[in-house]
């Protein structure tokens, strides 16, 4: 699969966030009385957009949902951010995309404020031509509208262009977009999620993941 526009999701497909984001999910479902016993509980927070993961696994109502994401961020804004790890071989296949002339951009739910930090504390934003993510406001949270934003923005011809993430939402966004994709079993998605979603190709690795684009 030899595309020149590669849009690859953060959280689960560059890096590794279960501490930052699990953490900074218990912060605030602690202000709420909710107990947390273990933060593996809360892996299904990552991915999907915040907002929607809070009524569908605690039954808040759209108020308390917006009032969580709140309370979230001001744990995930100073701290949870850098509870992150970029997973083993990730720079080396984005350099080694970028040497051989692909254009790379990131494509997240996560607000792009914080994506744009993040790629740069671990020191990978330099080889990516765009990062699109939501606003701090709340819009475009949904990972079709992301893609959109990103594709219009840099006039990227769907042809052209493939997108790699780790769960069904990646995976369906690509699909609505007309966009070939990958699905990366590494991050925390599993088999079964993207056996329903139907991706052009499966890496197991990120060493697999290079295979694929090569």
């Keep these: 699969?030899?595309?020149?526009?590669?849009?690859?999701?953060?959280?689960?497909?560059?890096?590794?966030?279960?501490?930052?984001?699990?953490?900074?999910?218990?912060?605030?479902?602690e202000s709420y009385g909710i107990k947390v016993n273990a933060l593996t509980e809360l892996t299904?927070?990552?991915?999907?957009?915040?907002?929607?993961?809070?009524?569908?696994?605690?039954?808040?109502?759209e108020e308390q949902a917006t009032e969580a994401v709140e309370k979230y961020r001001e744990y995930f804004s100073v701290t949870g951010l850098f509870e992150n790890e970029v997973y083993p071989g990730i720079p080396e296949l984005l350099k080694a995309l970028s040497d051989r002339g692909c254009r790379l951009y990131v494509a997240t739910s996560k607000p792009t404020v914080y994506a744009e930090q993040i790629l740069?504390?671990?020191?990978?934003?330099?080889?990516f031509t765009f990062v699109g993510g939501s606003l701090l406001s709340g819009e475009r949270v949904e990972k079709v509208d992301v893609l959109r934003y990103v594709l219009g923005e840099n006039k990227i011809e769907t042809e052209a262009?493939?997108?790699i993430g780790d769960r069904r939402f990646d995976i369906e966004g690509a699909k609505a977009c007309g966009i070939s994709s990958i699905g990366v079993l590494y991050g925390y998605g599993s088999r079964e999620e993207m056996a329903v979603a139907g991706p052009d190709a499966l890496a197991e690795s990120v060493s697999d993941l290079g295979q694929i684009l090569a």
Excluded at 120 to 127: A, C, E, M, P, S
């Design 44 to 61: 299904g927070f990552i991915g999907p957009p915040l907002k929607a993961s809070f009524q569908h696994y605690y039954g808040f109502s």
């Design 1 to 29: 699969m030899r595309k020149t526009d590669i849009l690859f999701d953060l959280d689960g497909t560059l890096t590794d966030p279960m501490t930052g984001i699990t953490k900074s999910v218990r912060y605030a479902l």
């Design 120 to 127: 740069r504390h671990f020191k990978l934003d330099t080889y």
């Design 161 to 163: 262009a493939v997108m």
